[in-house]
């Protein structure tokens, strides 16, 4: 480097170093006779500590009258992806403002445009961070099925579960409804015995398969997963809805359905009116990705029902689960515990006959019920990479 010396610098000084870096003796001898220095490209400057802080000054607020005398400008800034007003707000952050004190910044919030007038530098700062900023946030497609089954249908519900270690980063190992395989990069298949898996398929329904829900969780080299084997039959289970809905990264999604009651309601005038209770089937979902693509969900599940009438209003009994989950992109969640029991007992007889002593059971017929069902709800998210069209 080339050392360039103030006129102020005078002086001997006497040092004794050995196996030390010329920068670092440097940096001893300014310190030890009150110099400081400045590097501008391969040029250093040294002088005397205070007429370095003296000379910043100076520049300093040469800087700010070349500012103030500086022309304005004013420039149309477009804004595609973001809110104009957001970005208006970080520009004009009070720790952290763009615009000099001549300056000034207007929204067009019917073209979503930045009004920028200021000088030629502030408005280049501008435009490169709304050129930053301004990018398309990722969506995500969340598919789900709602299905209400019952204790029979939860009979013919297959799960099993397959765990097991990788050590040949050459590997993939899977586990379903068949035993356990790696299938190695040369496409040879290797059979392994099951490992701890609880198998319980579901059969199919006049010898045809059972539909299959798969849910899997992959963590560095291990893989878990769980299959679902559902199947639908008369009178065992309903799919109550199969809802989708397109979000924005970290934007939350609302799936509901349900029904308005209405009852009367007397006002203290004595006139009546029509109110409306809401007993709705809610799902929200908030999903975030993660760099490495996977997808945390923050998921809340509300199911209403109608229940006692208190002074001629419904109440609605509620039942609620939030949670968050990791998942791949891809992959399905199950959530359930939201069960329903109903019981009724109920009895027919035939007139005058169902009455007769002794031969009276005969015409008579008594029927009691336990019904208990469990509400399924199935959630997958995908980000949506290639447009939505394709993902629909």
């Not at 501008?126 to 301004?134: F, M, S």
């Amino acid at each position: 480097k080339n050392l360039v010396a103030s006129d102020t610098v005078t002086g001997n000084v006497t040092l004794r170093l050995k196996n030390v870096p010329w920068d670092q003796a440097l940096d001893i001898i300014l310190t030890t006779k009150g110099l400081a220095k400045r590097e501008d490209g391969n040029v250093m400057w040294v002088a005397p500590a205070e007429e370095v802080a003296a000379r910043e000054r100076l520049e300093l607020e040469a800087q700010q009258q070349l500012e103030e005398l500086a022309p304005l400008y004013t420039e149309y800034v477009n804004v595609n992806f973001a809110r104009a007003s957001d970005l208006s707000t970080l520009i004009t952050a009070e720790e952290n403002n763009l615009l000099t004190e001549r300056g000034s910044l207007n929204i067009d919030e019917r073209t979503n445009t930045l009004i920028v007038h200021d000088t030629e530098e502030k408005i280049a700062d501008i435009r490169q961070l709304v050129a930053t900023l301004d990018v398309p946030v990722q969506q995500v497609l969340i598919e789900s099925r709602i299905v209400n089954a019952s204790t029979d249908f939860s009979k013919n519900l297959g799960v099993r579960f397959g765990a097991f270690k990788t050590k040949d980063s050459r590997s993939a190992v899977s586990s379903g409804s068949l035993n356990a395989t790696t299938q190695a990069l040369n496409g040879d298949d290797l059979e392994f015995d099951d490992r701890m898996n609880v198998n319980m398929p579901a059969g199919g329904l006049g010898g045809f398969g059972a539909s299959s829900i798969a849910f899997a969780i992959s963590k560095a080299d291990r893989l878990l997963e769980l299959e679902l084997s559902a199947l639908e039959a008369e009178g065992k289970g309903e799919i109550l809805s199969n809802p989708r809905v397109v979000t924005s990264n970290q934007r939350e999604a609302v799936i509901s359905q349900g029904t308005q009651i209405a009852y009367q309601e007397a006002s203290s005038s004595g006139a009546t009116s029509t109110s409306f209770q809401d007993a709705v089937l809610s799902l929200r979902v908030t999903p975030q990705i993660t760099p490495d693509d996977h997808i945390i969900m923050d998921l809340e599940v509300s199911k209403d029902a109608v229940g006692a009438l208190v002074g001629g209003v419904p109440t609605i009994d509620t039942q609620n689960i939030n949670t968050q989950v990791l998942v791949d992109n891809g992959d399905t969640i199950v959530i359930g515990g939201i069960y329903e029991q109903t019981k009724t007992n109920s009895a027919t007889r035939t007139p005058f006959l169902g009455d007769l002593p002794y031969v009276g059971f005969m015409f008579r017929n008594k029927t009691q019920t336990n019904d208990k069902s469990e509400l399924l709800i199935f959630v997958t998210p995908k980000i949506l990479r290639d447009g939505l069209a394709a993902a629909l």
